[in-house]
């Protein structure tokens, strides 16, 4: 098993910037793929971002390519999300979650693992 915590979420500013991080217990970290997925107020959880065991492949969702990066650093036991040229649409409780498919997946069945998320807030 793994456990996640989010942190770096906060207040911003549209077209500011954020990073979050997921810190992940356990020796095994380096075995899962790590997604990110956000929750908007009276919407359904969505695919944000994932990245594969040894980062040698991501995906991201249409509305945050090439403003939102996914990384991961497995010595730390911890993948970010560096969140660049935020707009109020972007506000979201981002969780963080984890499981050891064979692949890269964007579907949240395909994770067993999530954290508690932290709340994004940005403002026009």
């Known amino acids: 098993q793994v456990q996640l915590v989010e942190s770096g979420g906060g207040l911003v500013q549209a077209g500011g910037s954020l990073r979050l991080s997921c810190a992940a217990s356990?020796?095994?970290?380096?075995?899962?793929?790590m997604g990110w997925f956000r929750q908007a107020p009276g919407k359904e959880r969505e695919f944000v971002a994932a990245?594969?065991?040894?980062?040698?492949?991501?995906l991201y969702a249409d509305s945050v390519k090439g403003r939102f990066t996914i990384s991961r650093d497995n010595a730390k036991n911890t993948v970010y999300l560096q969140m660049n040229s935020l707009n109020p649409e972007d506000t979201a409780v981002y969780y963080c979650?984890?499981?050891?498919?064979?692949?890269?997946?964007?579907?949240?069945?395909?994770?067993?693992?999530w954290g508690q998320g932290t709340q994004v807030t940005v403002s026009s």
């Open positions: 356990g020796r095994t970290f380096s075995s899962y793929n």
């Open positions: 990245v594969s065991r040894n980062s040698d492949s991501t």
């Open positions: 979650a984890a499981e050891r498919t064979p692949v890269v997946v964007t579907s949240q069945t395909g994770y067993s693992y």
